[in-house]
């Protein structure tokens, strides 16, 4: 009550803080005419003004009133666009690290260039990011032009981009881009051997667009770029075959959990299954030898019973690929992990891509934390204003709309069965569509869109094919006329490329559009439909002269009738068809009606058998309504149903938060691991040498090999000299008379580490003289990266097992965390260790052949990355990567950097075993089978 009291006297927190930039908007106001009346280039020349003053001493929030001022003007010049007051407010917030809540329509794309020109003067590196390739090359061009004219510079950093394309858009002064092209080339750049190699240069201060989005919903699994491992399609088509042979009680199915599992019956029935098609032909399936069989019955069970075709992924061109469940797209370049996908593909019987093993990977919001200043924007942030707070430090501010919102949002309306629903959908469809309402039909999946279009078909209503130029014409002429015309859109993941066109033209007159997850579309709704799209489509072929201008005004002066049109017949009409696990995804699907000031109206019709309300909503629920008279094709409407879904939707939230937050413990204890390693081959390859570091891990392995075979104050009678000879020999090739100094009277383990130390240095700097300091600087510092990457996926690899199986240590009373910390930290002392002891190995054998370089020989590539398609949501890409060849001048070539083999590959003969020298356990085969040695003529005999 108190609180309540607080409020109303003091405002809200937020209202203060809204009332404390009211100065500042009012300071930019009255620089606007001194600014009008300077030249364009009088306009542009106060960048450089601005760059000055910082440089003097002045700080960024100095300049802010006439650097906002100066940004609002350039706006007016370029886009004939002039920021509202409230843009004003969002770009300060933007620059104070905060989030601004901006409606639908408010121009937030227009808003991030005001602090993108302000802390891009620091010429330190702004970064825009956005979900989509559409929407980064669209906001880049588009802004672009605001910053030409100021003379900043922008790049833009989209999918298929080679590393030299990368590194110009990095350079830029302000850079535009999707969060996972952001985040693969931070972990792209710490596998490159150069630093100029490199294409980000820091992470200074990001914006990012559809914030909750991106830091919210994409953050509950990890980035990840991944390499292939051996080939296993075989056994995934195998197992797939037994899947749809088991019986209902062979397996437990929980929807909340998204878990499934083989009942005891099950294991049994599946054992038979397995046997008889011959892929289990010893012991029963839970031995430890078929350990392997057990993971891939695992997710085809997965795949059969939890993941369902047109909603969680779908099959294009022979192509299985995910939707995103928060915006409805297809998210190419990604793939489930652990399998999960190799068993989708088997299931929908298309070519079963190979494993991916993991080479480098880090979370969202360990990514993006490493910003020094973060912002963001979005239409719904409230809701998840704790989970910004608590993880990254950012406070959400809600910014005023620029004008009253006129929207009337309806209570839902609840039925017993889906098929009632359906035709309460149709019979308002019809109501608003014969006084030329436009619609929007949103939907939660590809299915459901789909199912909905069949039904409107039976009903009468023609389905447009909007990949047809003349397709909305007839859209046009309906409206024209004034008469419903029963034609409609489908906005999905199938009809990706057109989403941008279909939802501009969801304002016409009588236009009905059904869509899925609107989150993030990026395109406002505007009624009357869009005239810069219209024009751009119906112009495209028509020079610029009098006859396009001529055409032009008659779409401007159609468009503007069709506004009012729409006005008239109440404005967008918003039909949400079930609600979504999350508020946020409603309140996107709710907010694009009802923009600066229109009219609008939404409402949700829901039913007993939705995904929601089935697995989340209580039975007190449906109890409640039978009491409440709930009888078929009727609809019940009351404020207690929004309650109790809002309810179930927090539920759902909670604990996506807590799966965020999980992830996110376990990821950081990696992050601190990750950021060492990093810092260690960041400074590495800035170094001209590595000779002090080499000469360190070299004495540290001499230490060590003294430790194990020379016990402090131990006679020297006790010594196993013959076996310290041997592991000298492999850890530093050298072979000193070890026996000899055993006799020596006097002898003790610090006189004998001395003469070691000694031995080894003279040893390498031998080696370092007859190759030659500069190939060996080369050399020293190729081999000690190398090294590192292979030790680093090995360790991501046995933390991604580890922390598999932690959790049973919660069955002893002990915690998994703090288990995972202990003994992640103790694989990480392992790891230093192995690199000391490999490379300081490797280095004291390697050879170098010298011969004259080929005149074909490509330049030396650090590395070939090519996407895939991943994950939970996990998102991977694959990884070729070779050790790449020197050929320095002199015609020097370097061989066999990773193999530790002293014999050079070319000239190993593929028929004679004896030429091969010592092969890499994971190298491919000198015979030329394809095969891993391993696997080849380096297998173990049984």
């Not at 080679?162 to 985040?183: C, L, P, Q, V």
């Not at 005891?264 to 011959?278: K, R």
């Not at 912002?375 to 608590?390: I, P, Q, S």
């Not at 691991?673 to 990093?678: A, M, S, T």
Request: proline share 3%.
């Amino acid at each position: 009550m108190l609180g309540s009291l607080a409020k109303k006297v003091f405002g809200s927190s937020n209202d203060r803080r809204l009332k404390g930039y009211r100065p500042k908007v009012a300071a930019i106001n009255a620089l606007e005419p001194e600014l009008v009346a300077l030249s364009d280039a009088d306009l542009a020349a106060r960048t450089t003004m601005f760059r000055e003053q910082l440089a003097s001493g002045k700080t960024l929030d100095d300049i802010l009133v006439p650097a906002f001022a100066t940004v609002r003007e350039a706006a007016k010049r370029v886009f004939g666009q002039r920021h509202f007051d409230v843009q004003l407010i969002g770009g300060m917030v933007l620059h104070e690290r905060g989030i601004a809540e901006m409606r639908t329509g408010e121009g937030k794309t227009l808003v991030a260039t005001l602090a993108a020109y302000l802390n891009a003067l620091e010429g330190k590196g702004v970064h825009v990011i956005t979900v989509n390739d559409y929407l980064a090359r669209r906001d880049a061009e588009w802004m672009g032009q605001l910053y030409n004219f100021l003379g900043l510079s922008f790049g833009i950093i989209v999918h298929g981009l080679d590393d030299a394309e990368r590194k110009n858009s990095y350079a830029a002064d302000i850079t535009y881009g999707t969060n996972n092209e952001f985040g693969f080339d931070y972990l792209r750049d710490n596998m490159k051997y150069e630093l100029e190699q490199m294409s980000q240069r820091g992470h200074n201060f990001a914006i990012v667009d559809e914030v909750d989005s991106i830091l919210i919903d994409e953050a509950r699994t990890p980035l990840i770029i991944s390499g292939p491992s051996d080939d296993k399609s075989e056994l995934y088509n195998l197992v797939d075959k037994v899947i749809p042979l088991l019986l209902p009680e062979d397996f437990d199915l929980d929807e909340k959990a998204r878990t499934t599992n083989l009942t005891e019956a099950g294991n049994e029935h599946i054992e038979t299954l397995l046997q008889d098609l011959g892929a289990l032909t010893e012991g029963s399936l839970y031995e430890a030898h078929n350990v392997t069989l057990v993971h891939h019955v695992n997710q085809a069970l997965r795949a059969h019973k939890l993941f369902l075709r047109d909603k969680d992924y779908i099959v294009r061109d022979g192509e299985l690929v995910i939707i995103d469940e928060f915006t409805g797209r297809m998210m190419q370049g990604r793939r489930f992990s652990e399998g999960l996908h190799q068993a989708l593909e088997a299931k929908e019987h298309v070519q079963v891509m190979p494993e991916n093993v993991t080479l480098a990977s880090i979370t969202f919001q360990n990514y993006f934390r490493l910003y020094k200043k973060l912002a963001g924007m979005t239409g719904t942030a409230a809701t998840e204003a704790d989970e910004f707070a608590e993880i990254y430090k950012l406070e959400v501010v809600e910014i005023p709309t620029n004008r009253p919102v006129k929207r009337l949002d309806e209570h839902d309306e609840v039925y017993r069965s889906y098929e009632e629903k359906l035709k309460a959908i149709v019979r308002e469809i019809e109501g608003a569509n014969a006084k030329m309402q436009p619609m929007l039909v949103g939907t939660t999946s590809i299915e459901k869109s789909e199912q909905l279009a069949d039904f409107l078909v039976k009903e009468g209503y023609t389905l447009l094919d909007v990949s047809e130029p003349a397709a909305l014409q007839k859209l046009y002429a309906a409206a024209r006329a004034g008469t419903p015309s029963k034609l409609f859109t489908v906005l999905n993941a199938r009809f990706h490329q057109q989403e941008a066109f279909i939802v501009a033209e969801a304002g016409v007159p009588g236009a009905i559009t059904v869509a899925t997850n609107m989150a993030g579309r990026g395109t406002d709704i505007q009624l009357g439909g869009n005239v810069e799209m219209r024009v751009a489509h119906e112009l495209a072929d028509v020079p610029p002269g009098e006859e396009r201008d001529v055409r032009e005004a008659e779409i401007r002066l159609e468009v503007a009738a069709f506004r009012e049109q729409a006005i008239a017949a109440g404005g967008l009409y918003i039909i949400g068809t079930e609600r979504h696990e999350s508020r946020r995804i409603d309140n996107q699907l709710r907010g694009r009606a009802g923009r600066q000031g229109d009219p609008g109206r939404s409402k949700f019709f829901l039913s007993l058998k939705d995904d929601l309300m089935r697995i989340f909503g209580s039975d007190r629920m449906e109890n409640m309504l039978v009491k409440l008279g709930l009888k078929e094709d009727e609809a019940i409407v009351h404020p207690w149903i929004n309650k109790a879904l809002e309810k179930a939707q927090q539920k759902v939230e909670a604990r996506n938060f807590d799966m965020r937050k999980n992830v996110l413990k376990y990821d950081d204890v990696m992050n601190d691991q990750r950021k060492v390693v990093f810092e260690q081959r960041r400074e590495m390859m800035g170094k001209d040498s590595l000779e002090e570091m080499i000469g360190e891990m070299r004495q540290g392995v001499v230490d060590d090999v003294v430790s194990k075979f020379v016990p402090r104050d131990s006679y020297p009678e006790t010594w196993d000299v013959a076996a310290m000879a041997q592991a000298v020999d492999a850890a530093l090739n050298i072979a000193p008379p070890l026996a000899e100094w055993q006799k020596e009277e006097g002898i003790g383990d610090e006189e004998m580490r001395e003469r070691l130390h000694a031995a080894a240095d003279a040893g390498y700097t031998a080696r370092v003289e007859k190759n030659g300091p500069d190939v060996m600087r080369y050399v020293e510092k190729q081999v000690i990266l190398q090294v590192l990457d292979h030790l680093w996926r090995e360790h991501l690899v046995t933390l991604d097992h580890l922390r598999q199986v932690i959790g049973w240590r919660g069955l002893a009373q002990r915690d998994p965390l703090n288990e995972y910390k202990s003994e992640a930290f103790d694989l990480f002392d392992q790891l230093i260790v192995q690199l000391r002891e490999t490379a300081t190995a490797q280095l004291t054998h390697l050879e170098v052949a010298f011969e004259q370089p080929d005149a074909q020989m490509p330049p030396m590539q650090a590395s070939h990355f090519e996407p895939l398609s991943s994950a939970d949501g996990v998102q991977q890409l694959s990884s070729r990567m070779g050790s790449a060849d020197y050929v320095p001048q002199g015609g020097a070539t370097v061989m066999d950097a990773l193999g530790g083999g002293e014999t050079a590959m070319m000239d190993r003969d593929a028929n004679d075993p004896a030429t091969w020298g010592k092969v890499a356990r994971n190298e491919l085969c000198p015979c030329g089978s394809g095969k891993k040695y391993k696997h080849c003529h380096g297998a173990l005999s049984a």
